[in-house]
C-alpha cells in the first residue's frame, strides 16, 4: 500500500472516530414528544380523575382528555447529538434549546417543583372557574406559600397563615395585599391580621426596599380558596398549568345532568383563569399528536395557539377555538346538538 494510500485510510478511520465519538457527545438540547392523554372524566389507575364529595353528580360518558408533552434532555441528563438528530427528523418532535426549558441557573428538581405548584394553581383555578360558571358561590382567602430568608415576614408570618386584612382593612385577594404594602415607604411599619389555625393575630412588620425599590417585606402568596364541596382532582406524574380548560370542562360535567361530550372523545389544552378565560400553552404540535392518537376527533384550542395549531393539526382532528370557558361548552353543545356556532381556528 503506498503512503498516499495509507494515509488516506487512517484519515478516513480517524474522520469516522471522531464522528462516532462527536454523535455520542451531550448537547443542550430538549427532545419535546407526545405525552400521554388522561381522561378528565375517566379514572387513573383505578381511581376518579375527578372525584366531587358533597354536591350531586351525574353520569358521563366519552372523553375530555387533558394532554402532555414528554422531555427529553435537561441539564442533568443532557442528550447526544445523535438523539437530537433523530428528533429534527421526526415531525411529531421537536428539538429545542435547553435554556427553553430550563432557565439557566435552575436545576431540573425547581423546575418540577415549580410545575407542582403550577398544576396546583391550575386544579384550584380550574375550580373556581367552574363553580363561576354554575354561578356557585365560593370563599377566597390570601394564603402564605413561603416567606424570603431575612426579610421582615421571615419567621413572623408562617406557610399556611391566612392573611385576611393589612392595616386593618380586609385583604380581598393577593393583589390587595401586595398593593397596600407597597403604598408604604421602606422603613414604615405595616401591619398584617393572620390566621393561624383558629387564632387570629395582629403581625406589625418593617418594610424594606425590594430589588425594583417596590415596598415589600418578603412574602410568596396564592389565591386560597374555599369551595362549599370538595373536588379532588387526581392526574399522577402530570405537571403545569396546561390541562385547566379541561379540568374545568370535566368538573362541569359531572356537576351537571347530560354529557357534554355527546359521547365523543374530545381533548384539548389551555390554561385557565377563574373568570374563566383560556390561555395558551407550549408544545401544541405535540399536544396534537397525542390527542390523535389516543382517538380524538375533535380538539378544544387557545386562542393564542390557533394559528400555530393549523400549520400542525395532524388529518381527521377537528379544531376548536376556545376563547373561554362559556365558549368551550356552547361549542360543545353545538357539537351535540348540530344546533349553533362551532367556532374554528384559523391560520391568521
Not at 77 to 86: F, H, P, S, V
Not at 108 to 124: A, F, G, L, R, Y
Not at 266 to 281: H, L, N
Amino acid at each position: 500500500m503506498s503512503r498516499r494510500a495509507l494515509t488516506l485510510l487512517l484519515a478516513g478511520f480517524l474522520v469516522l472516530a471522531l464522528g462516532v465519538v462527536g454523535a455520542f457527545r451531550p448537547v443542550p438540547y430538549v427532545v419535546l414528544s407526545p405525552g400521554p392523554t388522561e381522561n378528565t372524566i375517566g379514572e387513573v389507575d383505578k381511581k376518579p380523575v375527578i372525584s366531587i364529595k358533597g354536591r350531586q353528580t351525574y353520569p358521563t360518558s366519552g372523553a375530555l382528555s387533558l394532554v402532555t408533552v414528554a422531555y427529553q434532555g435537561g441539564p442533568a441528563a443532557q442528550i447526544d447529538l445523535l438523539t437530537a438528530l433523530r428528533g429534527w427528523l421526526d415531525p411529531t418532535v421537536a428539538v429545542v434549546p435547553q435554556e427553553t426549558i430550563f432557565a439557566p441557573g435552575r436545576a431540573p428538581k425547581e423546575v418540577e417543583e415549580e410545575n407542582v405548584i403550577e398544576m396546583t394553581n391550575s386544579q384550584d383555578a380550574a375550580t373556581a372557574a367552574a363553580l363561576n360558571e354554575l354561578k356557585i358561590p365560593y370563599e377566597v382567602a390570601v394564603g402564605v406559600v413561603s416567606t424570603e430568608k431575612g426579610k421582615p415576614a421571615d419567621g413572623k408570618v408562617l406557610k399556611d397563615d391566612e392573611i385576611t386584612a393589612v392595616d386593618g382593612k380586609v385583604a380581598k385577594d393577593v393583589t390587595a395585599v401586595q398593593d397596600a404594602v407597597k403604598a408604604h415607604k421602606p422603613g414604615d411599619t405595616v401591619v398584617l391580621t393572620v390566621l393561624r389555625g383558629k387564632e387570629k393575630l395582629d403581625v406589625p412588620l418593617r418594610t424594606v426596599a425590594g430589588p425594583q425599590q417596590q415596598t415589600i417585606v418578603g412574602l410568596s402568596m396564592r389565591a386560597k380558596f374555599k369551595f362549599p364541596f370538595d373536588v379532588d382532582i387526581n392526574v399522577g406524574d402530570v405537571g403545569g398549568p396546561s390541562a385547566g380548560l379541561m379540568f374545568s370542562l370535566g368538573i362541569l360535567d359531572k356537576l351537571t345532568p347530560g354529557e357534554l361530550t355527546g359521547g365523543k372523545k374530545i381533548a384539548g389544552t389551555g390554561t385557565i383563569q377563574t373568570t374563566g378565560e383560556v390561555g395558551p400553552i407550549g408544545g401544541i404540535a405535540q399536544k396534537m399528536v397525542g390527542a390523535k392518537d389516543a382517538g380524538a376527533t375533535i380538539f378544544l384550542t387557545p386562542p393564542g395557539n390557533c394559528a400555530e395549531a393549523v400549520k400542525a393539526a395532524p388529518e381527521g382532528l377537528r379544531l376548536v377555538r376556545a376563547d373561554t370557558l362559556h365558549a368551550a361548552v356552547s361549542a360543545l353543545d353545538a357539537l351535540r346538538t348540530g344546533k349553533g356556532e362551532v367556532p374554528a381556528c384559523e391560520a391568521g
